[in-house]
């Protein structure tokens, strides 16, 4: 298969690959795993729904580059616990749900649902959780569909996410994971936009996002940074609402670990950033910086 080839390569590899293919893969992995679902058509709704009453259900979504793989990566060594990062690639239905909350709800209620319940079906868990920051434009079909499950909002520092994006292939032109993200015709900067520069789409990007989540999820943040700085932190905000226990042990060690770093930047730390740059970022992510606690101490 395509999907089972491609994630077999080396991340190196596959940073060089075209974009077209990085697509077609994308597309045809999502493929796959829907058809495979629905070929389990004997397995009812109530079948489903009778076995999520059983265990608590949490998504903490985010933008990617903000931790989601070293947080799931902890948060998964609770043993009663199965609490993944992001299962598959999910870019193409991602970028679905950016321009449609009815194509998100219907991928969550169509698909999604019943393929969690297929991964889990026979594990002995409690608990089941991801987070995923491909998920994150589902997450009022998430709250719809799962009506008990706890929803988080993950965010880190903008200067941070933006710094890493650049270095990576996030609004290059064609990008297969983003190639379709783009300010909608109500957005103040959807007339700017073929004007832009990369930097000043990146940092659109991280505000309409994090500004999104902020909203579905009522203003309930976990900053990632204090997640790293503070165990009592992160016990208050995220283990005692989801259930889960990590010990402090485990934490420190944990937060001493490399967290998915990029290899290299293409842009100096935001402190050595320009008069420019830290102008539009703060005119970009100003307001939204500031909402999620943030101060832009420069």
Excluded at 118 to 129: A, C, E, Q, T
Excluded at 197 to 211: A, D, G
Aim: glycine share 4%; hydrophobic share 35%; proline share 5%.
């Amino acid at each position: 298969m395509l999907a089972n080839s491609y994630e077999r390569l080396p991340l190196k590899l596959r940073g060089k690959m075209p974009q077209f293919f990085k697509e077609i893969y994308a597309h045809s992995s999502i493929l796959f795993k829907i058809l495979s679902v629905h070929l389990h058509f004997w397995i009812t709704d109530d079948i489903v729904d009778k076995h999520f009453k059983k265990i608590k259900i949490f998504f903490i979504l985010s933008i990617g580059r903000s931790g989601t793989k070293w947080l799931a990566n902890l948060l998964n060594k609770d043993p009663k616990a199965l609490v993944v990062h992001e299962p598959f690639v999910e870019t193409i239905p991602h970028q679905k749900a950016f321009w449609s909350s009815k194509e998100a709800e219907r991928y969550i209620l169509k698909f999604r649902r019943k393929e969690i319940y297929l991964r889990i079906r026979n594990l002995k868990i409690s608990v089941y959780g991801e987070v995923n920051s491909y998920l994150r434009r589902h997450c009022e079909a998430l709250k719809k569909v799962f009506p008990n499950a706890i929803i988080l909002h993950l965010v880190r520092d903008g200067r941070a996410v933006v710094r890493s994006m650049y270095s990576r292939e996030t609004m290059l032109p064609n990008a297969y994971d983003t190639k379709y993200i783009h300010p909608k015709p109500n957005d103040p900067y959807y007339r700017k936009w073929k004007k832009m520069t990369r930097f000043e789409k990146l940092c659109w990007y991280w505000t309409v996002e994090n500004e999104y989540l902020y909203e579905c999820c009522n203003g309930k943040i976990i900053q990632f940074e204090k997640i790293l700085s503070d165990y009592e932190y992160f016990k208050e905000r995220i283990l005692q609402p989801l259930g889960l226990r990590i010990p402090r042990k485990i934490w420190e060690k944990e937060v001493n670990k490399p967290r998915n770093p990029s290899l290299y930047y293409r842009l100096p730390h935001w402190k050595a950033w320009s008069k420019w740059m830290k102008e539009k970022f703060e005119e970009i992510c100003g307001d939204v910086m500031r909402k999620c606690g943030y101060e832009l101490d420069w």
